[in-house]
């Protein structure tokens, strides 16, 4: 199984900071790996696809990079609304996994 | 518009067998590239990917569950079904489905989720 391993697994930050979660994957893949956004009590919400593909009517503050075994979500502006907690999924092989979280505070 | 509503006990009994039921609309999983997958998430945890069927019947599970799972559709309801046995209290969780497309090889839209708990 591919782990997937998040970074940091809490952050606190403030209206307007520039936010970058990590996900480290246990093997090399090149672009099967998703974003989510989930708040409490409320399934998550796709935020990117293919490693960075924004998915429709997602803010532009929202933006993702990487290959291999690092993948990154930047915020470039945090919002309120933005206050989450964050996931990454690949879809390289089976089992598709999850990673741990990344939980966005206010600071 | 697509949209998924799972349905499902809200309690069952350990060694119970869990039936699953997503209800779909917006889509058709007759139609080529289109999926439907099953995800929980424990209380407090993260999320783990159960199963997942495709349009042609092609059907996917997570290894470790294999035995237990069995997920089959149902194209003239529009509904996917997944059941589990041998229930247990560790499978105590939220259980969504969500929609597949192989255009974003993503989870695109869910379902509002389900509460399972399990206890005698």
């Known amino acids: 199984d591919i782990q997937m391993t998040q970074s940091p697994s809490t952050l606190s930050a403030s209206i307007g900071d520039r936010v970058t979660i990590t996900c480290r994957a246990s093997q090399s893949f090149t672009s099967w790996l998703a974003w989510y956004q989930q708040k409490p009590g409320k399934a998550p919400k796709l935020l990117i696809y293919e490693a960075s593909s924004l998915e429709s009517g997602v803010p532009s503050r929202f933006s993702a990079s990487g290959s291999g075994t690092e993948f990154t979500l930047t915020i470039s502006s945090l919002q309120p609304d933005d206050f989450a907690t964050y996931y990454c999924?690949?879809?390289?092989?089976?089992?598709?996994?999850f990673g741990q979280g990344t939980k966005v505070e206010i600071k | 518009q697509i949209t998924l509503k799972e349905s499902a006990p809200t309690l069952v009994k350990p060694t119970q067998t869990l039936t699953l039921t997503c209800t779909f609309s917006g889509f058709s999983l007759t139609s080529s590239g289109e999926g439907v997958g099953w995800i929980r998430q424990p209380p407090g945890k993260t999320l783990e990917w159960l199963a997942l069927i495709f349009w042609d019947d092609d059907k996917r599970y997570r290894q470790s569950l294999h035995s237990r799972l069995t997920i089959t559709k149902d194209t003239s309801k529009d509904q996917v079904v997944l059941t589990m046995t041998n229930m247990d209290p560790v499978d105590t969780a939220t259980y969504y489905c969500a929609h597949f497309g192989l255009d974003k090889r993503a989870f695109d839209i869910w379902g509002q989720g389900t509460m399972v708990t399990v206890s005698s």
């Open positions: 999924q690949q879809y390289e092989s089976y089992p598709w996994t």
